[in-house]
């Protein structure tokens, strides 16, 4: 490629290209482990998307986040490695699956396990991993020849191994326990798949007869009243005298024929309803521990499609019509008391909004306990850090009261458990490997487990096995553990806490290469935990498909560029704060992008016209550091020094991962300083077109490119395509690395820190812009100069006729001025004389536009005198909010806040068109 650029920077002609080169030429792939320093590696891995995802807001915020910090790390000099990978998300993908068959007429049933299996693996061929194609085209820099999928053959022998040795250190167990069943998925879910949601209900109040007694009574309330088919006792508190006498006695289950004790049980709050509760143990948690302590039986009234499966008449029922019929016959035999209003939290599988129902089921679960207490230890210590930090806390709560894992799923796609059943003696064989006989009693006759594991089983091993575990790898040494983890609040207890419990039980187990324990701190999955916010839409709205507000981000980034959708979420990434993102930020950032273009394209042609001129910068013979000498001009000298400073203050706002403010310091530093400050007066250092110091003109284009390559430089981790493109423009084609993202970053350099420099641009600057303004209030049109007078500079260590001798050209040229004279600073206290008085960096400063333009003095005055009022008017108006108590205590804060800022500036408002006012009177023509 050549130095020249289009006229306008179209983002659709640059992405393709470099996203397509990033991975044919493996820019982003890791060198081996043994080649690699210890203190230098920074591992991130890839929140795996389910292999049926496409790409949202949510993902492109952590993508981009991820991206800039692993490009940042990379270009410091880390061995940076981002893995890269996609789960297998066993009900999300079965449900798609099925969905496609039943659209064929066909089943999962129809077709058998076995070819079920088969038919998914090629929908995953077919379908599966679009996100990582998009990840590919927006140029994620993960290195792609260590992408996994979790049902991979490596890592699902992994998974096998951790399902074993958990087993064989007696931590996995199989038993009949109450379980969150989806009757849609049919299959178990753990409490974190089900989502609860308080909704209106209807709360039953039935009797139970008292068997001998007549007439005698017990009344229960209940929200699901087709549940009594499965009732096994009712329990009062052994304390609530209302029931002593009661004690033993046996009641008739209605609508049965059945009969139940009543138990006595502290669980039964006499405080809470008629304080007696019915107990069925087969569909709620509370009452399969009443049974247990009871010894009751346990009835499942309900099979896995959630039908009545009890004999008689209600036999096949939908749960829902069963409810109908069993209110029915109550009320028709009259022990239906009352049906009364009830607030519930109803639990909804979390998958397919389905209501879950409370079941007795037998399920493989896993001893959580050892495994929390070592996972808290290691926050506790401080081996992991969360970012924020009000995260621990929840964190805590979560972990101080968790409950054994229900690992097994009721699916066909997924890990199959490694578990097979003996017809002979109906024990269990745990194996990594297909048994050929029983272990227990040497029979053959042994069928697997249909059972697979919760997909977060796979997913929570993913920090060790992507690295080789079980096996003691020179990767797993090397790269584990990783030092951060970036992702979403909502998986902080599927996969954060998860990953943390097995990484420290695993690792803590695998000794350290010579043989040694290895600590506690070194079996963390990951040093630090950064959760991103959400991304909501401007109004600050969640984003819904029911609201119509959610925002697909291929559409915006085919609109405005990659780029510019990147450097929107950084700009406004700040830790625990919510996005509300704004095309109109990245149709701004999109301007920005054009910016950089622009000043490339014109540093291009400074390059061009130096050669016609005898002058020759060879972009790839500049210094590797940047210098710049001590009687350096000043623009020079302050660029340099501000670029420095920019540099630090991103390196820092990066570490605490304060995206925003690396992103608008480097903004401002592009656009603010460098492109509408620097280039603006370098372009009067190099007018090609006047002859002058050579030598000058040499130096001010090497400080402009080594600038301008060092800022591209600064810019690449948020923007890397159109770095990349300048980059490899800059340097004609041959650049010193294959890619701007293998350069070095910019880092802080003492020895190039100008305060000096600094505080005279400043003044500069404060000067030209106090010219403009007062143009502009005295209505000077654009072409015309005039001349100014400008009072001593007291906090200067220079003298101020030194420093205008460097400020005037610049003066003359951008406030368009003729004619600059500086004055005593005791002519700037009479009155105003100087007709503008400004605060700058060198103190107290008046400046003067000599300027006579006749104007209509009774029209001003009647001009500003309307204003005076108006402003008055409504500083009137704030202030009767303001000072009214009722008013302050109901108003949102935000309200008031605006009401005092606007208060203020119209304080300033009536002390400016007062002055006006008065200068009428002594003042002709704007002086």
């Not at 007439?215 to 005298?241: F, Q, S, Y």
């Not at 009830?342 to 037998?362: F, I, M, Q």
């Not at 097979?420 to 024990?427: L, S």
Request: aromatic residues 10%.
């Amino acid at each position: 490629m050549s130095r020249e650029l289009p006229k306008a920077y179209d983002p659709t002609a640059v992405e393709d290209r470099w996203a397509e080169y990033w991975v044919e030429e493996n820019i982003f792939t890791a060198p081996a482990p043994e080649t690699i320093a210890p203190s230098r590696v920074f591992t991130i891995l890839l929140p795996p998307p389910n292999v049926t995802g496409r790409l949202h807001m949510g993902h492109m915020l952590n993508q981009t986040e991820m991206d800039i910090l692993i490009r940042w790390r990379r270009m410091c000099g880390d061995t940076a490695l981002w893995v890269p990978g996609t789960d297998h998300a066993g009900i999300a993908t079965q449900m798609m699956v099925e969905r496609q068959l039943a659209s064929e007429g066909s089943s999962r049933q129809q077709l058998g396990r076995e070819a079920f299996v088969e038919r998914v693996w090629q929908w995953k061929k077919e379908y599966g991993g679009a996100i990582l194609g998009q990840m590919k085209r927006l140029g994620a820099s993960v290195d792609w020849s260590r992408e996994y999928f979790t049902m991979d053959d490596t890592l699902s022998r992994a998974v096998r191994e951790a399902f074993v040795r958990l087993h064989e250190d007696g931590l996995i167990y199989r038993g009949a326990y109450i379980v969150n069943w989806c009757p849609r998925c049919q299959t178990a879910l753990s409490d974190l798949e089900v989502v609860h949601e308080e909704q209106a209900g209807k709360l039953y109040e039935i009797r139970y007869p008292v068997v001998g007694e007549k007439n005698a009574t017990i009344t229960i309330a209940t929200t699901r009243p087709e549940t009594l088919l499965g009732d096994m006792a009712v329990a009062v508190n052994p304390t609530d005298a209302r029931y002593t006498h009661l004690h033993g006695k046996m009641l008739r289950l209605p609508l049965t024929d059945r009969k139940i004790p009543i138990v006595a049980d502290d669980w039964a709050n006499p405080e809470f309803g008629t304080g007696a509760v019915k107990v069925t143990p087969a569909h709620d948690p509370n009452d399969f521990a009443i049974g247990q302590r009871h010894k009751l039986p346990s009835i499942s009234i309900l099979d896995d499609t959630a039908h009545i499966t009890v004999a008689g008449a209600y036999l096949g029922l939908d749960r829902y019509e069963a409810r109908k019929r069993v209110l029915a016959d109550l009320e028709a035999q009259g022990l239906l008391v009352a049906v009364k209003e009830h607030a519930n939290s109803v639990g909804k599988c979390d998958r397919c909004k389905t209501v879950v129902e409370p079941r007795l089921s037998t399920q493989w679960f896993l001893k959580i306990q050892p495994l929390a207490d070592k996972a808290i230890a290691a926050v506790e210590q401080g081996h992991i850090q969360f970012t924020p930090d009000q995260y621990k806390k929840t964190y805590f709560e979560w972990m101080h009261n968790i409950h054994d894992w229900c690992l097994s799923r009721q699916l066909w796609w997924g890990h199959r458990i490694p578990a097979w059943h003996c017809a002979a003696c109906q024990q269990i064989t745990v194996a990594r490997e297909t048994p050929s006989a029983c272990t227990h009693c040497g029979s053959d006759r042994l069928t697997q487990e249909t059972d697979v594991l919760d997909t977060w089983f796979s997913s929570g091993l993913l920090p060790f096995t992507v690295f080789g575990w079980p096996d003691a790898t020179a990767d797993l040494e090397k790269f584990y553990p990783t030092q951060l983890l970036l992702t979403g609040f909502d998986i902080l207890f599927f996969w954060v806490a998860r990953m943390i419990m097995l990484g420290c039980y695993f690792m803590e187990k695998m000794p350290l290469p010579d043989g040694s324990q290895r600590p506690l701190k070194d079996a963390v999955p990951f040093r630090n935990v950064y959760i991103h916010a959400l991304v909501r839409d401007a109004e600050r709205q969640k984003m819904s498909k029911t609201k119509g507000n959610v925002l697909d981000p291929i559409d915006i980034i085919q609109r405005y560029g990659t780029d510019a959708v990147r450097f929107t979420l950084a700009s406004m990434a700040s830790p625990g704060t919510d996005i509300a993102f704004s095309e109109a930020r990245t149709e701004g950032y999109r301007a920005f992008a054009n910016k950089i273009w622009n000043a490339a394209r014109f540093i291009f042609m400074q390059i061009d016209r130096a050669k016609e001129a005898g002058i020759v910068v060879d972009p790839n013979s500049l210094p590797a550091q940047i210098s710049v000498l001590e009687n350096s001009p000043l623009e020079a000298r302050w660029i340099v020094s501000r670029l420095n400073k920019c540099a630090a203050d991103v390196n820092q706002a990066l570490e605490n991962y304060r995206f925003d403010e690396a992103a608008n310091l480097i903004y401002q530093f592009f656009w603010g300083e460098f492109c509408d400050w620097y280039l603006e007066i370098v372009k009067i250092r190099l007018d090609f077109s006047e002859t002058g110091d050579l030598a000058a003109k040499t130096a001010a284009l090497t400080t402009l490119l080594s600038v301008f390559e060092a800022a591209l430089r600064l810019l690449s981790p948020f923007m890397p395509f159109l770095t990349e493109e300048i980059w490899h423009a800059f340097y004609d084609g041959v650049p010193p690395s294959k890619s701007i993202a293998l350069s070095r970053y910019p880092a802080f350099n003492m020895a190039l820190k100008d305060k000096t420099a600094e505080r005279e641009m400043q003044l500069l600057q404060f000067i030209i812009i106090a010219i403009r303004t007062r143009r502009k209030e005295l209505g000077i049109e654009e072409g015309i100069s005039v001349p100014v007078k400008v009072t001593e500079f007291p906090r200067m260590a220079i003298s101020t006729d030194h420093l205008m001798v460097e400020f005037r050209p610049f003066i003359q040229r951008f406030a368009k001025v003729s004619k600059i004279t500086v004055v005593p600073i005791a002519d700037s206290l009479q009155n105003g004389k100087y007709g503008h008085h400004i605060w700058s960096p060198a103190g107290s400063t008046s400046i003067y536009v000599d300027y006579e333009k006749p104007i209509d003095i009774p029209a001003e005055r009647e001009r500003l005198t309307k204003d005076l009022a108006k402003y008055e008017k409504e500083m009137a108006g704030k202030q009767s909010q303001l000072q009214n108590d009722g008013f302050l205590a109901k108003a949102p804060a935000n309200i008031v806040e605006g009401l005092r800022t606007r208060a203020n500036e119209l304080t300033m408002l009536i002390e400016k068109t007062r002055a006006a006012l008065d200068s009428l009177d002594t003042s002709i023509g704007g002086r």
